[in-house]
């Protein structure tokens, strides 16, 4: 699943240098010889792969989707410790919104994140970038609970999907939002996304959950 931090964090782990050259869109690249190991540097257009290859005997070229949005966790704090900085790391590993395919399928199953919300729609839709402005506005508010997924209805392989929630294309787009531990689930056809509608479905789904979870020890207290 393609990340904004972990083409960064994993150049970093690499070469123990800093980020140089991941803020933005296009490809990074970083290459080595025996005796010298060297920074990444950002390659912005085909010119500058075609001289980086040249320049160098054996070249190495990693191409990233960027986001340009970059998020710091302040080293200088006194209380960061390993479970903060594994928190921070998993809240913003994952995209904002996940694009499902059978390349992320399985990416997604093995998310820390077992809360999914699903807004299937037809990506050719003149409304679709609309849509999604208002959907990766939403997730902003749930970052680090749910994992925000968009699955495109038109592709033969989500068919399965769309059944799975009893869903048909007459009723789309629409928000299924799935508990991959108890397969608990709740769906809602939609006229159209608004972020107001996305959290307040959000937010029921998640009272509903912390309710189930109130009410074994309200019977044990009982007992």
């Known amino acids: 699943m393609g990340t904004s931090i972990f ?6 782990l690499l070469t123990g240098g800093s980020p140089a050259g991941c ?5 990074s690249a970083s290459h ?33 989707q ?32 996940t694009d499902y395919n059978p390349v992320t399928a ?3 199953m093995q998310s820390s994140l077992q809360l999914h919300l699903l807004l299937i729609t037809d990506k050719m839709s003149p409304k679709h970038p609309e849509r999604m402005r208002k959907y990766r506005a939403a997730a902003e508010l749930f970052k680090g609970k749910i994992l925000f997924i968009l699955l495109d209805s038109n592709l033969k392989s989500n068919e399965r999907v769309v059944s799975f929630f009893k ?16 397969e608990e689930q709740d769906v809602l056809t ?4 608004s972020v107001e509608r996305v959290q307040d479905f959000c937010n029921r789904f998640l009272q509903r ?9 309200e019977k044990n207290e009982e007992l």
């Open 106 to 108: 399985i990416g997604v």
């Open 190 to 193: 939609l006229d159209e996304v």
């Open 23 to 27: 803020a933005g869109d296009g490809s």
């Open 66 to 97: 960027v986001d340009n949005d970059r998020r710091d966790l302040d080293m200088n704090s006194k209380d960061v410790d390993a479970e903060k900085m594994t928190r921070f790391i998993r809240m913003n590993e994952l995209r904002l919104v």
């Open 167 to 182: 869903l048909k294309k007459s009723q789309l787009p629409a928000l299924a939002l799935f508990h991959a531990p108890d």
């Open 32 to 64: 080595s010889t025996a005796s010298t190991a060297e920074k990444p540097v950002l390659l912005s257009n085909i010119a500058d792969a075609e001289a980086f290859v040249r320049g160098a005997e054996v070249a190495v070229i990693g191409f990233f």
């Open 209 to 217: 959950m912390q309710k189930k979870e109130d009410e074994p020890e």
């Open 7 to 12: 083409p960064c964090f994993f150049i970093i």
